[in-house]
Structures are given as C-alpha cells and as structure tokens.
C-alpha cells in the first residue's frame, strides 16, 4: 500500500521485497534439506557404526561388511557432496539477498530524500500561506476601514449639504 503511494521508487521497492521474500523462502527450502541430510547421514553413521562393530565381531561376514560399509561410505560422500551444493546454493541466494537488500535501502534513502524535499516545500507553503493569511486580514480591516471613512464621509456631506439648504 505504502509502495503504491510512493510511486516508481515504491514499485521498485515492491519487486525487490517480493524477491527478496522468494529467496528467503528459498533460503529455508534449502536449510530444511540440509538438515534433513545431515540427519540422513548421522542415521547413517549410526547405522555405519553398528555394522563395524558386527564385523570386528564376525570375521567370517567380514567381506560382506566391508562391501556394506563401502557403500554406506559411498552414499556418505555423496550425502556430503549433496550438502556443499546446498551451501553453496544458500551462499549464493545469500548474497543475492544483500544485493537486494542493499538496492532497496538505496531506494529508502533515495525516498526519505525526496519525502524531506516536500517536507521543506510544505512548510515554505505554509510560511507563504501564513504571509497571505495575514495580508489579507491587514486588507480586510483596511477595506473596513475605508468603507467606515466613506460612511462618514457620506454623512458629513449630507449635514454640508442640509446646513447650505
């Protein structure tokens, strides 16, 4: 409502908090995955821990063990490679962000110094306007005046004009 009112700047200011909402929804998108991975691979090395201690135990699924285990590595690494994408994904819209948010500020600042720009055409108009205020109350008692002068003067010509009768 208020970028509305505040004309192009505000429809600029508008498109940039709308951006900025999207990555920041996207930004914990992106954080929800990486916890939820990070919880995958703690379940995983969980699970990677107990089948090591089986196969220390039994040596003869030793093999099979250590194929399991090589997997879950496997997975491990690609869980891990999965995150840094991640990361770099959120660095990235984090960084977008700041430029978004450093744009609307030069927006803001950009509008407070157009808004204290009328405010000092405000108060010059209302100094005037006062000028005028007060001009025309000088002339209204003026005009008052001179309309009593003409009065008394009409008066004072009738009594002329009665005394030469």
Same mark, same amino acid.
């Given at each position: 409502m208020e970028a509305a009112r505040a004309g192009k700047e505000g429809k600029g200011f508008s498109v940039v908090a709308k951006e900025m909402?999207?990555?920041?929804e996207q930004s914990n998108e992106n954080a929800q995955i990486i916890v939820k991975i990070i919880s995958q691979i703690q379940t995983e090395t969980g699970k990677l821990n107990e089948r090591i201690t089986k196969a220390q135990k039994d040596s003869t699924s030793g093999l099979s063990q250590s194929e399991q285990?090589? %997997?879950r590595f496997e997975s491990i690494a690609l869980k891990a490679e999965e995150v840094h994408e991640r990361l770099l994904q959120s660095l990235h819209h984090s960084n977008t962000i700041h430029m978004e948010t450093e744009k609307a500020l030069e927006n803001v600042e950009s509008m407070t110094s157009v808004t204290e720009q009328?405010?000092?055409?405000?108060n010059e108009s209302a100094v005037v306007s006062e000028k005028e205020r007060n001009d025309r109350l000088v002339?209204? %008692?003026s005009i008052h005046d001179l309309k009593q002068l003409i009065l008394n003067l009409h008066d004072d010509l009738g009594e002329l004009r009665a005394q030469e009768l």
């Amino acid at each position: 409502m208020e970028a509305a009112r505040a004309g192009k700047e505000g429809k600029g200011f508008s498109v940039v908090a709308k951006e900025m909402r999207r990555l920041s929804e996207q930004s914990n998108e992106n954080a929800q995955i990486i916890v939820k991975i990070i919880s995958q691979i703690q379940t995983e090395t969980g699970k990677l821990n107990e089948r090591i201690t089986k196969a220390q135990k039994d040596s003869t699924s030793g093999l099979s063990q250590s194929e399991q285990t090589k %997997q879950r590595f496997e997975s491990i690494a690609l869980k891990a490679e999965e995150v840094h994408e991640r990361l770099l994904q959120s660095l990235h819209h984090s960084n977008t962000i700041h430029m978004e948010t450093e744009k609307a500020l030069e927006n803001v600042e950009s509008m407070t110094s157009v808004t204290e720009q009328y405010r000092q055409t405000i108060n010059e108009s209302a100094v005037v306007s006062e000028k005028e205020r007060n001009d025309r109350l000088v002339m209204n %008692q003026s005009i008052h005046d001179l309309k009593q002068l003409i009065l008394n003067l009409h008066d004072d010509l009738g009594e002329l004009r009665a005394q030469e009768l």
